[in-house]
């Protein structure tokens, strides 16, 4: 606009005019004068300032069309949105028992300490991660008299019986946490992961209040007991590195993740058809199926993942589907697949095979620690053995139809994994196809919400994980928290059937999940699940009451740097649909 004015102002005096900008009166000085004329005064007009507007009433939110309805937020003249943070500290999961009072302790960081008399190495470094990542404001000295407080936090004693105890499963996740009136905090637990679990929960009781006029930390609800405990022992997350590749970076944060929600169990779906993103150390071509070099798990990396995930009270069970699933085995090793054009399920009828999952079994022991391994066993459709001509003519000299060829190669796959001292967990067809003709130990994982398999297993006497598709596979999408959350594990059985049921936990099968967006598709919706597996059912009976927590739990992740979706999201994995506070999204 400014250099078109500067023309009207160096050509009006002539009645010239640059040929680029010619008119159709070019020539006639007398029009081109009354032509510049009107043209600066549109010009002045457009450069002018508009005139002050009365401002237009506000539509209430969700009048757009393109953001959906929400709840209306109080507004005061001049004042932000008031926040509507829970006045009193929340705790997810909800804890076995729990009593609070009305006194107030402040907090003071830059004197706080843990006072453990024993020798433990887990401990000391859990005590150093807990100052680390849940004191991130600095503050300025404070008393709690100035504060109005009862009371001041400066150390919190620790008693556990047995601080360098084997992560396994049902290892004592119990503790006690005492916060008195006076500031003075006790935690008592049989074991260092029972003082984890302890320690989490303080950390929920603490808050960092900005708005006082020295900000700092405080423990609200004063006194407070919390005697706590599992309902199940194993609560886990099962992650599917085959479909996309997690970094490590990616599986830390994810680990980083699960003790904020007490979950205990990283299930790590290791390989899959698609692809095999590890190289064993007795077996390193076996990388060769995955999708390129930048993405393949070295011995090294799932030795140190192991380490990193047990450091924080999460155990590492790995699975190895087979037969069916291994696809990308086919890359390294096509003697042990049926062909080209139909790979699997692996073939029953060579010793190869056996041996190559022997080799990758041993490996996998040698990483990872835990007393239970994971054989997979699902969906396998034998067709292709019996259009492979001496796979077909195998099964007809032992007298075996593709069913029995099934149940061998599962007997032979449990035998390995018992000779390395491991107990199996298999998939809910095992179950299907086979029922007590599976080794009494074996363990029964239900995900097939059409067909369940916990009521009949658990009334022959078989240890069932419930993970049911239905409600409980984080990879769908619009499947809501509030339909996780009404879901019961021991529903129609009896109590000594439910005794059978070690836990279960949430799938994040990898499809359409990579490390862009794999936390906000995960949470805060595993929490549901956490809370379903952690706290007494009698004290978390519906949705509608649990949402006010379940809402200021999602904050609090986002807080401890986790990448949580907004609570309120009908699709997870979207962001917020536009400006506001946590508690509002």
Known sequence: ????????????????????????????????????????????????????????????????????????????????????????????????????????????????????????????????????????????????????????????????????????????????????????????????????????????????????????????????????????????????????????????????????AKINTLHWHLVDRQAFPWAPASAPEMAQGAYSADEVYTHEDVEDVVAYALARGVRVVLEIDTPGHAESWCVSHPEVCPSRDCPMPLRPDKAATFDLIETLFRDAAAVAPDAYMHIGG?????????????IAAWMRERGYSPHQAYLYFVERVTAVVHGLGRHVVGWDELWANFGSALDKKTIIHQWRHWEPAVQAATAAGYRVLWSNASPWYLNGRQRTWEMMYSEEPCKGLADEECALVLGGGGSMWGEFVDPSDIQMVVWPRLGAVAERLWSPPARTATPEEAAPRYAAFRCYLTRQGVGAGPHGNPIAGNGPEGPGGCYEQ
């Open 1 to 260: 606009k400014l250099q078109f004015l500067y023309l009207i102002v160096r050509f009006s005096g002539t009645g010239a005019m640059p040929t680029s900008c010619a008119f159709p009166a070019r020539g006639r000085p007398g029009a081109w004068l009354w032509i510049t004329a009107v043209q600066t005064v549109v010009m002045l007009w457009v450069l002018a300032p508009p005139p002050p507007r009365a401002p237009e009433p506000a539509l209430p939110r969700g009048d757009s069309k393109l953001t959906k309805p929400r709840k209306a937020v109080e507004r005061r003249p001049g004042l932000r949105a008031v926040p509507t943070a829970p006045a009193r500290p929340n705790v997810w999961p909800l804890p076995r028992l729990s009593s609070s009072g009305d006194l107030a302790v402040l907090v003071d960081v830059r004197d706080f300490r843990f006072h453990f008399d024993g020798a433990s190495a887990a401990l000391q470094t859990a005590f150093v991660r807990f100052q680390t990542r849940y004191f991130p404001h600095r503050v300025r000295r404070w008393t709690a008299k100035e504060a109005g407080y009862a009371g001041t936090v400066r150390a919190v004693r620790v008693e556990v019986t047995d601080g360098e105890a084997e992560l396994q499963l049902g290892v004592d996740e119990s503790y006690i946490l005492e916060v008195d009136s006076t500031g003075g905090v006790r935690i008592a637990a049989a074991t260092q992961f029972g003082a984890y679990h302890a320690m989490e929960t303080l950390a929920q009781l603490i808050a960092y209040d900005a708005t006082a006029k020295t900000p700092h930390y405080v423990i609200r609800g004063a006194p407070w007991r919390v005697d706590d405990a599992p309902r199940f022992a194993h609560r886990e997350l099962l992650l599917d590195t085959s479909r996309h590749f997690q970094p490590l970076a990616s599986l830390h944060r994810l680990i980083d993740s699960l003790p904020l």
């Open 378 to 390: 699902d969906e396998v459709d034998t067709s292709c053995w019996e259009q492979n001509a001496e």
